[in-house]
């Protein structure tokens, strides 16, 4: 009794410890509670970016279609009756299209009226008719109903993305085509169909005839050409690093620069290329190989990284065992360090090459932003990539390359989760634990 009197700090001192536990404890509820704050913004965020992506995009995934009575004049498909394609070819295949809208709509007069009938349609019907005489030589001779690509604007009107209520002055198509426009909807002749030519073509001037196919060609030649150099350098390299280097300090310095190396700018990358592989070599520019030896100097440094921090999670007893049965250094990196490691490694080049297949500045650099409308056979030809495309799509002035831009972003999207769920997989599936 009289020491508890005498010393009354020690009385408060329980209080003093449940004050601080509640104090810490509240600090602790306070930590979580703003870490799951972040998480739930950085998933708004980005529920609200491939949101706004998918409304701007899913539209190009659908292309409006028009259908008219075409009459494939034999006359002047094949003038002489030869049967040869060769001479179908040569056709005015573009003429049969407008002579079917010059038939439905008896009315229209006058060079300007026409002009603006014809674009109703795209530019692009000849390469269709055609391609359908070559496929059925059948129909010459023959009137048949035939569903055509119509024009951009067209399609942006039937999509709901050019306003109707708007003065004739404020917007693309005209009232004479909106009443055309409406005569075929009346008729049931326009639909919108899967959007096969954004998957199948290369790039146009016109948006309607504008595909991803060879951009995605290109990006697979390049990215092909990245791990071919990539992946067997920057292993051997992790592996001597990490395994065989003395540590002195040299090999400080190699590690120092390969780890500021993946932190430089991927543009640095895209001018060591334009002047060694371009002006000092001379390789043909606009080329998926000169493309894929940049992406290679960039991805290097990640697979370096990667592949010694896989090597470094190997136990040093299976070391120690195998160089113990007489097995020889080099015995033990291959047969039994490495294909244990090699999972990490591959989770590393997975995500290695995520990276270049999203990376444009250093492709920009080499040339490879040129306008390309054939798809590339070989690692010479020239190319385009996809993040490349959806760049020169995005600086188009025509309102029908929007939403094909979002559509390729998209695409692209959808290809680098692929890659970096694959990297998952392929560690959960091999991944050991020590």
Same mark, same amino acid.
């Given at each position: ?25 509240? $600090?602790? /509820? =306070?930590?979580?509670?703003?870490? &799951? @704050?972040?998480?739930? #913004?950085?998933? +708004? ?123 004739? $002055?404020? /917007? =693309?198509?005209?009232?004479?085509? &909106? @009443?055309?426009?409406? #005569?075929?909807? +009346? ?133 120690? @065992? ?113």
């Amino acid at each position: 009794m009289t020491d508890a009197v005498q010393n009354p700090a020690a009385a408060r001192r329980p209080d003093l410890s449940q004050a601080r536990l509640k104090r810490r404890y509240a $600090a602790e /509820r =306070r930590f979580r509670l703003y870490g &799951l @704050a972040a998480i739930c #913004a950085a998933i +708004a965020m980005l529920a609200l970016l491939l949101t706004t992506i998918v409304i701007s995009g899913h539209s190009a995934f659908l292309q409006t279609r028009i259908a008219l009575d075409v009459t494939f004049d034999a006359a002047e498909i094949d003038p002489d009756g030869t049967g040869d394609p060769a001479v179908w070819r040569q056709a005015n295949f573009t003429k049969l299209a407008r002579n079917a809208l010059l038939t439905q709509f008896t009315d229209v007069s006058g060079r300007r009226a026409k002009r603006a009938l014809y674009k109703l349609l795209s530019s692009g019907v000849d390469f269709e008719l055609r391609d359908r005489v070559l496929a059925d030589p059948a129909l010459i001779g023959t009137t048949r109903r035939v569903w055509l690509t119509a024009g951009a604007d067209i399609d942006s009107l039937n999509k709901g993305q050019i306003p109707r209520d708007v003065p004739e $002055a404020d /917007r =693309r198509v005209k009232d004479n085509q &909106l @009443a055309w426009y409406d #005569a075929l909807v +009346a008729g049931d002749q326009v639909q919108r169909r899967f959007n096969t030519t954004f998957f199948t073509s290369a790039d146009s001037r016109e948006p309607e005839l504008a595909g991803i196919r060879g951009a995605v060609v290109g990006s697979f030649l390049t990215l092909v050409v990245t791990l071919l150099l990539s992946f067997p350098v920057g292993v051997m390299a992790a592996v001597y690093l990490e395994e065989f280097a003395p540590k002195n300090r040299w090999t400080d310095v190699i590690e120092v620069n390969i780890n500021n190396l993946a932190a430089v700018p991927s543009i640095v990358f895209g001018l060591l290329g334009l002047a060694v592989f371009l002006n000092f070599f001379g390789l043909p520019r606009s080329a998926p190989l000169v493309g894929g030896m940049v992406l290679a100097l960039m991805t290097l440094p990640t697979i370096i990284i990667a592949g010694r921090a896989a090597l470094k999670a190997v136990p040093p007893s299976i070391r120690e @065992a195998a160089l113990g049965v007489g097995a020889s250094p080099l015995q033990v990196v291959t047969h039994h360090v490495l294909p244990l490691a090699m999972p990490g490694v591959l989770t590393g080049t997975i995500i290695g090459m995520a990276r270049a297949l999203g990376e444009s500045a250093p492709l920009l650099m080499i040339g490879m932003v040129a306008f390309i409308v054939d798809v590339p056979r070989g690692l010479t030809d020239a190319a385009t990539v996809l993040p490349v495309q959806i760049y020169l799509w995005a600086d188009a002035p025509e309102r029908g390359f929007v939403e094909r831009t979002s559509a390729a972003i998209l695409v692209l999207l959808a290809f680098m989760i692929v890659m970096n769920l694959a990297a998952i997989l392929l560690r959960r599936r091999f991944e050991r634990r020590w």
